[in-house]
């Protein structure tokens, strides 16, 4: 047997998990965790800036591809706590990561030593597991524990303390012979499908709502063959972007109070069932309940048993994972559509792309300041399908949803359930990262920018090329919005007119300065025309100089997006004008029909 420190045995498991990157930031508690990491080699790791940063940068890594799992590093005390937002992130999308953190000798841990505190305790709500290991012979065991549970059932996040005295101490490990434990996913039965598939069938205008779930098991394909098979219409929901490309004949749009598509509300109102794959019925997604079930019944596959009931009772729930249940959807799908027992949905298909054709927002405003719609559609012009989208919160990327076109599973990684301002920086960081052929494009607005800005230092140090799309009106936008129905404007405003940069007028922080001041390159663009120049340029500049770019669109102090004001699908309410002709919208997935 040969004998290492459990520092060291740590990290050679983490590469037999298939560990290649790790985002962290070193200190005193968690140094022989980095001397380990070294003297092992074969893990890439990026320093962060902030380790609540190196959190989100781990999420965007893990988002990007099926199979990752980000890890990220930290020492006692604020580190963990700088971390937890990550694992909320995290644990609300069904996303593994790993956090590992150092930690006080474990004889003084109780004794309020410096920066020692019980972040196992605190990361415990937000983390499928989180442990400080006392005994250097589990650190083996816990780590192999920590990757079964990240990947079984539910995906999400464990958090792992190593006291440093643990960590230096030498255990028997071999790491030849160490195998990762089995995987437990959920999986339907046939009987289960065939009762789903036989309620689907005696509807007349079924939906398939697929939520991110489906990405997470890498079943986007069967998804779509089912679909195909049942000419079912898809909504996805916005953790299951991208699913289904856009322009899919069966794509319905998205549906939800914000960031959903007119002609998806539409669709789905019309519906009378409803089969729910990998999805958690999100607030923002649904609304009002009863607007939203009423006159239509439900299934809900989903890998969480308790998940099923949670937000309603649905008429008939599965649980397994995603691709278990869609393997046997498509196996009964085909087999019913062999011997001519699938009803024809094609009327009901072509409908909903009736709407898709008539039911548009307009984008295309000559407007100086800039109206954000107008940045959307360059944007569509400017980035193909390959793109890589990362977004967080905000009026910004409530409007990227509505505007936006995506392609592919993973082409749109959004922080959903959690929506911390700052994530967009880090986690296209990650993304980039895990990806370095993409064209991976950010989008914030001017808070979440300035939230984490300094993580475009690390895109600096590292050599990490994306483009940032900043939309820039010195204003706490969503929350402005938000604030209208109690008649108040108050606390949201970031204007102030800066001394060292006049020409900004009152916009407030000079972003093309700070950015540059942190080794990036940065565009600032005001007049609308010139957008798409801008984004061919920084895309160039991204290439040439392998760092961040910038490209900041001044905006319209304020605009109010389409959003629901009160909680129901049925009643969005659309602020800006709506396309009336086809040159309103000449990015649409559907050339306007009048």
Known sequence: ???????????????????????????????????????????????????????????????????????????????????????????????????????????????????????????????????????????????????????SGRPGPVLIDLPIDVQLTEIEFDPETYEPLPVYKPAATRAQIEKAIGMLNASERPLIVAGGGVINADAAELLVEFAE????????????????????????????????????????????????IGNRWANRHTGKLDVYTAGRKFVHVDVEPTQIGKIFAPDYGIASDAKAALELFVEVARELKAAGKLPDRSAWAASAQEKKATLQRRTHFDNIPIKPQRVYEEMNKAFGPQTRYVSTIGLSQIAGAQMLHVFKPRHWINCGQAGPLGWTIPAALGVAKADPEAQVVALSGDYDFQ??????????????????????????????????????????????????????????????????????????????????????????????????VVVEAILERVTNISMSTTNDISNVVEFEEIATEPGHAPTSIRTLKV
């Open 1 to 151: 047997m040969a004998r290492m420190t459990a520092a060291r045995a740590a990290v050679e498991i983490l590469k037999r998990e298939g560990v290649s990157n790790a985002f962290g930031v070193p200190g005193a508690a968690i140094n022989p965790f980095y001397a380990a990491l070294k003297a092992s080699g074969g893990i890439n790791h990026t320093l962060a800036r902030h380790v609540e940063g190196a959190s989100h940068m781990a999420e965007g890594f893990t988002r990007t591809h099926p199979g990752n799992i980000g890890v990220c590093i930290g020492t006692s005390g604020p580190a963990g706590t700088d971390m937890i937002t990550g694992l909320y992130s995290a644990i609300g999308d069904s996303i593994p990561i790993l956090c590992i953190t150092g930690q006080a000798p474990t004889a003084v841990i109780h004794k309020e030593d410096f920066q020692a505190v019980d972040i196992a305790s605190i990361a415990g709500p937000v983390t499928k597991m989180a442990v400080t290991v006392l005994e250097a012979a589990q650190v083996p065991g816990v780590f192999q524990q920590a990757f079964h549970l990240m990947r």
């Open 451 to 548: 939230f984490m800005i300094e993580e475009l230092a690390v895109g600096a140090q590292h050599r990490i090329p994306y483009v940032h799309v900043l939309v820039n009106n010195s204003y706490l936008g969503l929350i402005r919005q938000a604030q209208r129905a109690f008649e108040i404007d108050f606390q949201v405003n970031l204007e102030f007119e800066n001394i060292n940069s006049p020409e900004l007028g009152v916009y407030g922080v000079d972003h093309v300065k700070v950015a540059e001041g942190l080794g990036c390159k940065a565009i600032r663009v005001t007049d609308p025309a010139e957008l798409g120049a801008a984004f061919e340029q920084a895309k160039k500049l991204a290439q040439e100089y392998q760092v961040p």
């Open 229 to 276: 098979l049942t000419g079912t219409p898809v909504v996805p929901t916005l953790m299951g972007w991208g699913l289904l490309p856009d322009d899919h004949e069966l794509n319905a749009g998205m549906v939800g109070l914000q960031t959903s598509h007119r002609y998806g509300n539409a669709t789905f109102l019309e519906s009378d069932f409803v089969l729910g």
